[in-house]
């Protein structure tokens, strides 16, 4: 893989975080100001990994599909469910991991911060989890104009009390992680924006007792910022199966028919399946923004302690990150 680099795009520096990156970072004490909050990099024994090289000048080659390295996303997965472990959106592993995957966006030269996100107690797959703080990790690329048009490619990186998750959802973040990686080197078609979202776990039985972080993170965008959204895929569950699922949150979506296509592109196989809201596209479609599902493959560790890295595919994993790049991709 080349050296990574800083992402070109046009504007000023961020504005999406003065917006919408206002929270701290639940590391301590609210401040109460209104900057957005640096992510702090995982500094542990552990991190055995060597790190990335500093980012080299900009090229402008297009990214393709053979530019995502499924080593990367393999290795998330092993980190965050095989290290970490169970991640509840308000705990210590919640946060520990997500200084490690602010730390790995910021190595490939992105702009990253935390934005807040206030979650309510509840009950969460039948375990009782307590009100707090979680946050979400967000990497723009350095120049970055939140009201310009620009894609957004998220997945969540909580779970449930009682799992490891690994499918659900290191498999999503490993995908964006690889992708974003990719991307640092090359040209997309728009600037993307990379979310690992807070709290998407339910804490409750109702609509609205999940995906915290990512109605959060639409909530806080003003009006330019939405109307500058043009499509949001959602990485989750990404790594079971041979086929891949696409979700749509109605019917069809312009997001589902492009990732279709984009997957024709790359060589994948997929399935497409309407009526998708169990995942933080639902987020940006009810706000009327365009947005998709990948992922959803039924498997028997969901939501369990079986939910381990053995049951990640690697092959399923360079598929969903050939076919993100090839939806970033310019065309």
């Not at 998220?154 to 974003?180: F, I, K, Y």
Request: charged share 20%.
């Amino acid at each position: 893989m080349p050296a990574p680099r800083r992402t070109a795009s046009a504007g000023a520096v961020a504005a999406l975080l003065l917006t919408a990156c206002t929270g701290p970072s639940g590391d301590g004490p609210d401040p109460g100001g209104g900057a957005p909050t640096p992510v702090p990099t995982e500094r542990t024994a552990e991190a055995t990994e060597t790190p990335k090289a500093a980012p080299s000048p900009a090229a402008d080659e297009p990214l393709a599909a053979d530019d995502v390295d499924p080593a990367t996303a393999v290795r998330a997965v092993r980190r965050l469910a095989g290290r970490i472990g169970p991640r509840e959106a308000t705990g210590t592993a919640y946060d520990r991991a997500a200084r490690w995957v602010g730390g790995e966006l910021t190595r490939l030269g992105y702009d990253v911060a935390r934005q807040r996100v206030d979650v309510p107690a509840g009950e969460s797959w039948g375990v009782s989890v307590p009100a707090g703080r979680s946050a979400n990790v967000v990497a723009t690329p350095p120049g970055f104009d939140p009201a310009e048009p620009h894609l957004v490619v998220g997945a969540h990186l909580d779970t449930v009390p009682q799992a490891p998750g690994a499918e659900d959802n290191a498999s999503g973040v490993g995908v964006m992680l690889a992708v974003a990686e990719a991307a640092s080197v090359r040209r997309t078609r728009l600037p993307t924006v990379f979310v690992a979202f807070g709290a998407e776990e339910p804490r409750g039985p109702t609509d609205d007792d999940h995906h915290y972080g990512s109605r959060q993170y639409v909530d806080r965008l003003g009006p330019k910022e939405r109307a500058a959204v043009r499509g949001m895929v959602s990485l989750d569950r990404v790594g079971v199966g041979d086929r891949v699922p696409v979700g749509s949150a109605g019917d069809t979506d312009p997001v589902q028919r492009a990732l279709l296509a984009a997957a024709r592109r790359a060589g994948a196989s997929t399935i497409a399946e309407a009526g998708q809201r169990s995942s933080d596209h639902w987020s940006f479609v009810r706000a009327g923004l365009p947005g998709a599902r990948l992922g959803s493959t039924p498997y028997t560790g969901y939501h369990s302690a079986g939910d381990v890295p053995a049951v990640v595919s690697r092959a399923q994993l360079e598929r969903v990150g050939r076919m993100v790049a090839a939806w970033l991709a310019p065309r």
